[in-house]
Structures are given as C-alpha cells and as structure tokens.
C-alpha cells in the first residue's frame, strides 16, 4: 500500500519565521506536488516535481519554494511565514506513468501562523 | 483558463438515501477529464469517480454515478443508498488533455449523512 507522509499534522509558527513542511512517500514515485487547501477555494497548486532536483510553479508560488534532494522526500518552505499563509497543506505522489489523477495525497498538514 | 465550480458548500442526506453534488465548469477545450475525489474527516483525499469528456455515457462505480452534461458543462456526482462512511468533503476536479500538467478543483461540498 503507498503512503504518503507529512512530518506534522498540526503546527503553530510566528509571523517571519522559516517553516518547513516535510512530506515522505515510500514508493518510489517521481511525481510530488504540494497543495493548499482553503474553505472556498479547494484545492490550489503551490510547486510540483518531476523527479530529484527538479521543481515547477503551480497556480500559486509566491512566497514559497520548495527542495527535492532525495526521490522519496518533497519539502515546502515558507521563507517568512505571514498569517495569510494559515491553512491546511496536502502534499501527493503519482506513480509513473499513471495519469495525473491517480494521485495518493498525504494526511496534510494544518498551519498556523500567528 | 479553466474553472470548476460548487455551489453548495454543504449538503445532507439520510441514512439510504439518495443525494446528488453538483459541479460545473468553465472550459474553451473538447477533449478533457474530469473527477469526483472523496476527502473524509482526517483521512487522506481519494478519487471517486473519473469521467472522460468524449464518451457520452455516464461513468459508474458502485453506488456512485455521474450526470455528465457536456453541453451544459455540468458534472454532477449521485451517490445512492447513502451510508455513513460516505460522510465528506466532495471536491470536483477538472484536467485538460492538451496541458495536463495539473488539476483544476472546486471549491468543495461538505456531506453530512444522518443516521
């Protein structure tokens, strides 16, 4: 069974601080992509990955980057967290050569940024 | 660009009955894909149900059907004989063929089953 991990399922940080948001799949997927997930909105592309050291923008990068050293570990960064940038964060793998859909999300991550 | 859309941020139903989510969608594209993915309380985001745009027919996948109406760019998901493990949140999904590089997600629909 794939699974698809993310390092906290809760967090609180203060406005400014570095946050990283850790997300593991152990199935050897090259495919991750990180999401927020907002009342309202859905769900929105924030950065996705084609394989290690490789990253695209999604629909909304700004004031996020991200770090792909390793094959099995998809990392968020918040340079500065700011409290528009609380919300609940799903991070998803995709097997290769499965369509886009086929994607197996993460618990997620809530953040709070105060 | 493309957008999907939920109107009802919640909805309930009872215990065996039936209830239907509605989506539309705005798209210039023929030839798309779009999902029905099931995000229950604390618990990882599945998919549901997968509908191509060129074929007619409505997808089905157990108690779960779609009405695909292609012309009305309107997806909407039955769920049959509601049970209480159905209770969710209720994302409708689009992705275009030509520039699949992503998915395009409603806003949600929250689902409460009473028993």
């Known amino acids: 069974d794939v699974k698809v991990t993310q390092s906290s399922r809760y967090l609180v940080k203060r406005t400014g601080e570095k946050v990283f948001l850790e997300c593991v799949q152990d199935m050897d997927h090259e495919n991750m992509f990180w999401y927020r997930q907002d009342p309202g909105l859905g769900l929105r592309l924030i950065y996705f990955?084609?394989?290690?050291?490789?990253?695209e923008k999604g629909d909304i990068p700004e004031g996020y980057s991200v770090s792909r050293e390793k094959k099995e570990r998809f990392s968020l960064i918040l340079e500065s967290a700011s409290t528009n940038q609380t919300s609940m964060y799903l991070c998803a793998s995709k097997p290769p050569g499965r369509p886009l859909e086929t994607q197996y999300f993460g618990p997620g991550t809530r953040l709070l940024v105060l | 660009a493309q957008t999907v859309t939920q109107s009802q941020p919640e909805m309930s139903v009872q215990e065996a009955e039936t209830v239907t989510l509605s989506c539309t969608y705005d798209?210039?594209?023929?030839?798309?894909?779009l999902f029905w993915y099931k995000q229950p309380p604390s618990r990882q985001m599945i998919l549901v149900i997968r509908?191509?745009?060129?074929?007619?027919q409505n997808a089905t996948e157990n108690r779960f059907s779609v009405n695909f109406q292609k012309a009305a760019k309107s997806f909407s998901l039955k769920i049959s004989d509601s049970q209480l493990g159905d209770a969710a949140m209720y994302f409708c999904a689009y992705r275009s063929i030509t520039s699949g590089s992503r998915l395009t997600f409603g806003e949600g629909t929250q689902l409460t089953v009473n028993p």
């Open positions: 509908q191509e745009a060129y074929k007619q």
């Open positions: 990955s084609y394989d290690v050291k490789m990253k």
């Open positions: 798209t210039s594209e023929s030839d798309y894909y």
